[in-house]
Every structure is written in C-alpha cells, then in structure tokens.
Nanobody, 121 residues
Framework: QVQLVESGGGLVQAGESLRLSCLAS????????MRWYRQAPGKQRELVAG???????NYADSVEGRFTISRDNAKNAVYLQMNSLKPEDTAAYYC???????????????WGQGTQVTVSS
C-alpha cells in the first residue's frame, strides 16, 4: 500500500526555522511531482511549493525566499526547509505526490496525513 508520511512539524518562535520531511513508501516505481500544501483554520488549502522529478521548483509568493523545497529521488522523499518563520505561516502542512507504481491500483495522486506548524509571535 502506497502512503505518504510527513514529519518535522512543531512549535517555534517567529524568525526560527523548521524542516519538514515527507517519505513515500510502498511498492513504487517512481514519484513524479511532489508538493507541499498548507491549510490554516478557516482558510482554504493552498499550494506552498512544488518540485518536479528533475528538480524544477515553484513557490507561493508568500514564502518565496524563505522556504526551500528539495527532494531525494533515491529515498522517494521531499523536504521543506522553512526559514524566517512568521505567525502567518501557522497551519497544517500536507505533502502531495504523483505516484507511478507497478500495480495499476497503486498509481495516482496521494496526500499525507499532515503535520502541524505553529509559529508564535
């Protein structure tokens, strides 16, 4: 069974840093696009950053220059380095990935369970 598992969330003060990790596990042939989304209470889920298999990246304007997305294709992992955190970055962060798998029923788009990031002022 394919699944995404995030880790690395927590409570930090404004200006500090956190690094989120997401590992795809199961019978996987290849992980294509990988992304981080976030959702704050009462708000819609929004795309934070994305990275292609070859390493091309894109970022939301609100995090450009502060957050860095990276990946390790050998580990089927994606990371989000978050620096200079602000209280408005407080949200549940979700990993999202497009999976290629040997079994047809395992192929598709997957979400992780989410990890909470709280930034105090």
């Amino acid at each position: 069974q394919v699944q995404l598992v995030e880790s690395g969330g927590g409570l930090v003060q404004a200006g500090e840093s956190l690094r989120l990790s997401c590992l795809a596990s199961g019978s996987i042939f290849r992980v294509n696009g990988m992304r981080w989304y976030r959702q704050a209470p009462g708000k819609q889920r929004e795309l934070v950053a994305g990275i292609t298999y070859s390493g091309s990246t894109n970022y939301a304007d609100s995090v450009e220059g502060r957050f860095t997305i990276s990946r390790d294709n050998a580990k089927n992992a994606v990371y989000l380095q978050m620096n200079s955190l602000k209280p408005e970055d407080t949200a549940a962060y979700y990993c999202n990935a497009d999976i290629q798998a040997p079994r047809i029923w395992d192929r598709g788009n997957y979400w992780g369970q989410g990890t909470q990031v709280t930034v105090s002022s």
